[in-house]
């Protein structure tokens, strides 16, 4: 048996983030491992969705696009995210959703390089980044083409011919995080444009956009952001690029002067063009409300403490003998996101089970249970009582049951 260096207590004491979790409105007996798939609601989102509601929209109308700075909200939001994944203002814009992002980038992208016909990216890829590659090639005829190289060496299957390489940093399923740097720095070598993915990057760790000189990025805000259901997505553009970036959804919010009403398109030369039509105002506020969590904290700090909860979990899991039942799936700590991978043919019904004990975390077919460490709110406590939890459902197999057998529509 292996004994404790610290208790769960000791490496709360000491947790410079222990504070943070008074900023969230978490539902009581609940651990929440899931926070890599839907953060949690901050208690300053919950006050501005009302105040965006009753007073801004309820009392003072249309007037709220300037006196409330509606208008400028999409830019305002994107700095603030800017600041979290090292890009300097002006270069983010918050819009749509990471789908629709993808087509704005890979068209733009695929302009910018007219004798390149190929978009690279990895075959374990979210799908619906590589659904919107797939949807783009239906559009633009043969001479286009998907190619899918292997995550383990991106460097070494990169070529000339490439004209866009898409990838997300860090693999949804094992949480494999890939080098931004160097990738990034071999395909420009040979002349490939970068589109960089931070679904599970963006509130999670520190990411230097500005300083690996990536040309294009887009993220969600729903995840470590804490944004909400279906929250705005971003985008980021390379200021370098943004003279000649060209996306095709040409709306009227990316227009040069929207409310000069020309009959002409006339394409803004900055990352605002990324915007197509009218803003979500509601979800935009709750989303720039929630980043104010990030205001005094360091996404190192954020870093660190994810790396001790899930060292702690790896060492609880030991204890518990969680590995006589259970394969870890993901890469070591240093090489992966916030998040760990477990695999077992029953990890649907083990998840439903731990659920109804009041842990959640989640299930990515064919066989992962997903553990996700937020930093912002999860205490060590929590991975104990979690872990103790998990061993129980394993020895007694309570997954066997029928309740947690049955497949819902969300997984
Ligand atoms: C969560 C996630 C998405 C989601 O895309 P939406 O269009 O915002 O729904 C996309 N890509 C990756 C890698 C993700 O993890």
Same mark, same amino acid.
């Given at each position: 048996m292996i004994n404790k260096v610290f208790s769960a207590k000791q490496l709360d004491d000491k947790d410079p983030l222990r504070h943070v979790v008074s900023q969230f409105a978490l539902p009581p007996d609940t651990i929440y491992l899931d926070g890599n798939s839907l953060g949690p609601l901050p208690k300053a989102a919950e006050e501005r969705a009302r105040d965006v509601v009753t007073n801004q929209?309820?009392?003072?109308?249309?007037? *709220?696009? @300037?006196?409330?700075?509606?208008?400028?909200?999409?830019?305002?939001?994107?700095?603030? =995210?800017?600041?979290?994944?090292?890009?300097?203002?002006?270069?983010?814009? *918050?819009?749509?959703? =990471?789908? =629709?992002?993808?087509?704005?980038?890979?068209?733009?992208?695929? @302009? !910018?390089?007219?004798?390149?016909?190929?978009?690279?990216?990895?075959?374990? @890829?979210?799908?619906?980044?590589?659904?919107?590659?797939?949807?783009?090639?239906?559009?633009?005829?043969?001479?286009?083409?998907?190619?899918?190289?292997?995550?383990?060496?991106?460097?070494?299957?990169?070529?000339?011919?490439?004209?866009?390489? !898409?990838? $997300?940093?860090?693999?949804?399923?094992?949480?494999?995080?890939?080098? !931004?740097?160097?990738? $990034?720095?071999?395909? +420009?070598? %040979?002349?490939?444009?970068?589109?960089w993915d931070l679904a599970h990057s963006a509130g999670a760790f520190p990411v230097e956009l500005d300083k690996c000189n990536v040309d294009f990025a887009v993220g969600c805000t729903y995840k470590y952001l804490n944004g909400g259901p279906g929250a705005p997505a971003f985008v980021y553009v390379a200021q370098r690029h943004q003279q000649q970036?060209?996306?095709?959804?040409?709306?009227? !919010?990316?227009? +040069?002067?929207?409310?000069?009403?020309?009959?002409?398109?006339e394409a803004d030369d900055s990352v605002s063009q990324n915007l197509c039509g009218t803003p979500g105002i509601l979800s935009m506020s709750v989303l720039d409300a929630a980043l104010s969590v990030f205001d005094d904290i360091s996404l190192k700090a954020i870093d660190e403490k994810s790396k001790k909860l899930q060292a702690f979990f790896a060492a609880e899991g030991k204890r518990a003998g969680l590995c006589d039942y259970m394969d870890i799936v993901s890469p070591p700590i240093e090489n992966r996101g916030s998040q760990?991978?477990? *695999?077992?043919?029953?990890?649907?019904?083990?998840?439903?089970?731990?659920?109804?004990?009041?842990?959640?975390?989640?299930?990515?077919?064919?066989?992962?249970?997903?553990?996700?460490?937020?930093? %912002?709110?999860?205490?060590?406590?929590?991975?104990?009582?979690?872990?103790?939890?998990?061993?129980?459902?394993?020895?007694?197999? $309570?997954?066997?049951?029928?309740?947690?057998?049955?497949?819902?529509?969300? $997984?």
């Open positions: 929209w309820g009392k003072d109308l249309i007037k *709220s696009w @300037n006196c409330h700075d509606w208008i400028r909200l999409p830019q305002k939001v994107g700095d603030k =995210i800017g600041a979290l994944i090292g890009a300097e203002a002006g270069q983010v814009v *918050s819009c749509d959703s =990471i789908s =629709i992002n993808l087509f704005k980038v890979l068209s733009a992208a695929l @302009n !910018m390089q007219p004798d390149k016909k190929v978009i690279a990216t990895t075959r374990d @890829n979210f799908p619906t980044d590589i659904y919107m590659v797939q949807g783009l090639l239906t559009l633009l005829g043969d001479d286009y083409s998907i190619r899918y190289i292997d995550e383990g060496d991106i460097e070494g299957q990169l070529s000339d011919d490439i004209a866009v390489l !898409m990838l $997300t940093q860090v693999n949804f399923r094992s949480g494999f995080k890939l080098n !931004m740097e160097t990738i $990034t720095r071999q395909a +420009q070598k %040979l002349g490939i444009l970068t589109l970036y060209r996306q095709p959804l040409s709306g009227w !919010m990316g227009h +040069q002067s929207p409310f000069a009403f020309t009959p002409d398109y760990v991978a477990l *695999s077992h043919p029953e990890a649907y019904a083990i998840c439903q089970a731990w659920i109804a004990k009041g842990v959640i975390a989640d299930f990515r077919a064919p066989n992962i249970l997903r553990i996700g460490f937020a930093p %912002l709110y999860l205490s060590f406590e929590d991975i104990e009582v979690a872990v103790s939890k998990l061993a129980d459902i394993m020895q007694k197999k $309570t997954y066997e049951k029928a309740e947690f057998q049955r497949k819902q529509h969300v $997984t």
